[in-house]
C-alpha cells in the first residue's frame, strides 16, 4: 500500500509500518522530523524527483514524501462481536466510495474508539492515496472487516446482539434518542441515494440528524462524526 503526505507517513512510521521511503528535495523541519523518524525505525530512504513523486501519486498532494507501508490485518465481524462488554461501537459503510469521505470517517472511528469498520469487497476506496491522507493516520490503526454483502453484515451483526441503526434524513426519530450505549452498529450510506433499500430494510431502525439551516443533509464524515461522538458522550455518561 502507498501513501503519502507528510503528517500519514510519518503516523505510519510512529505506528511501524513503513517498508520504504521515497522524499523529494525539502530541507524544512517537518521533513527533517520524518526522516528522523525513518532513520529510528531503520526504514531505507531514496531520494528522487519531484516529478517522479508526482507521477506516483497521481498528483496527490504528496509534499515531497511517499512511502510504502504494510497495511493492517484484516478484520472480521467475529472479531468486532467477539465481546458485548464493552459494547463495540461498529460503522458499516454502504456503498460509501468516497477515498475523502472513508479517511475522514476512519479519523473519527479512531478518536472516539469505536471498534472498527465494516465495508463491501466490490464498492470500496482504496485505503492508500487520498483516504490514507484524509484519515491523518488513523488507517494505521483502524480494524476493517472487508464483507462480500452489506445486507448480510447487518443481519449478522445483530444476530450477535449488535444493534443496527441507519442514518436516514427521513427518519422521524433524532439520532440523540436512540441509546448509543448498547452495541451498536452505524450503517452509513452513499451520499446521493444514501442507505440501500435493502440495506435499510434490514437495519433494527433509523435515526436522523436535525436540520435547522436551508442545507436538507449533512456531508457523511460529517453526519458519522456527529453520531459517533454522541455515542462517545452516552457511553462517557453511562446512560
Same mark, same amino acid.
Not at 475523502?100 to 465495508?119: E, F, K, S, Y
Not at 488513523?138 to 444493534?163: T, Y
Given at each position: 500500500m502507498v501513501i503519502y503526505g507528510l503528517n500519514p507517513v510519518l503516523a505510519a512510521l510512529r505506528a511501524g509500518r513503513v517498508r520504504f521511503l521515497r522524499v523529494a528535495d525539502r530541507d524544512d523541519a517537518r521533513m527533517a522530523e520524518v526522516l528522523e523518524a525513518a532513520r529510528a525505525a531503520r526504514v531505507a530512504v531514496r531520494r528522487v524527483t519531484r516529478v517522479a513523486l508526482d507521477r506516483e501519486t497521481r498528483d496527490g498532494v504528496h509534499q515531497g514524501v511517499v512511502a510504502d507501508v504494510e497495511p493492517l490485518?484484516?478484520?472480521?465481524?467475529? #472479531?468486532?462481536? =467477539?465481546?458485548?462488554?464493552?459494547?463495540? @461501537?461498529?460503522? *458499516?459503510?454502504?456503498?460509501?466510495?468516497?477515498?475523502?469521505?472513508?479517511? #475522514?470517517?476512519?479519523?473519527?472511528?479512531?478518536?472516539?474508539?469505536?471498534?472498527?469498520?465494516?465495508?463491501?469487497?466490490?464498492?470500496?476506496?482504496?485505503?492508500?492515496? =487520498? $483516504? $490514507?491522507?484524509?484519515? $491523518? %493516520? #488513523?488507517?494505521? /490503526? *483502524?480494524?476493517? +472487516?472487508?464483507?462480500?454483502?452489506?445486507?448480510? #453484515?447487518?443481519?449478522?451483526?445483530?444476530?450477535? %446482539?449488535?444493534?443496527?441503526? %441507519? @442514518?436516514? +434524513?427521513?427518519?422521524?426519530?433524532?439520532? /440523540?434518542?436512540?441509546? @448509543?450505549?448498547?452495541?451498536?452498529?452505524l450503517v452509513l450510506g452513499a451520499e446521493g441515494h444514501g442507505l440501500r433499500r435493502l440495506v435499510r430494510e434490514r437495519c433494527d431502525g433509523v435515526a436522523s440528524i436535525p436540520m435547522r439551516g436551508h442545507v436538507g443533509s449533512l456531508n457523511v464524515s460529517a453526519a458519522a462524526a456527529v453520531v459517533l461522538f454522541e455515542a462517545a458522550r452516552q457511553r462517557s455518561r453511562g446512560r
Open positions: 490485518p484484516p478484520g472480521s465481524l467475529e #472479531a468486532f462481536t =467477539a465481546t458485548l462488554d464493552p459494547p463495540p @461501537l461498529i460503522v *458499516v459503510l454502504d456503498e460509501v466510495e468516497d477515498p475523502q469521505n472513508v479517511g #475522514a470517517i476512519l479519523r473519527t472511528v479512531d478518536a472516539v474508539g469505536a471498534t472498527g469498520v465494516v465495508r463491501q469487497t466490490r464498492r470500496a476506496a482504496p485505503l492508500d492515496g =487520498a $483516504a $490514507a491522507k484524509a484519515s $491523518a %493516520g #488513523a488507517v494505521h /490503526h *483502524v480494524r476493517i +472487516a472487508d464483507v462480500v454483502n452489506i445486507a448480510r #453484515a447487518v443481519e449478522d451483526l445483530k444476530a450477535a %446482539g449488535v444493534w443496527t441503526i %441507519g @442514518l436516514d +434524513a427521513e427518519a422521524e426519530l433524532p439520532y /440523540h434518542q436512540w441509546d @448509543l450505549t448498547l452495541p451498536t452498529a
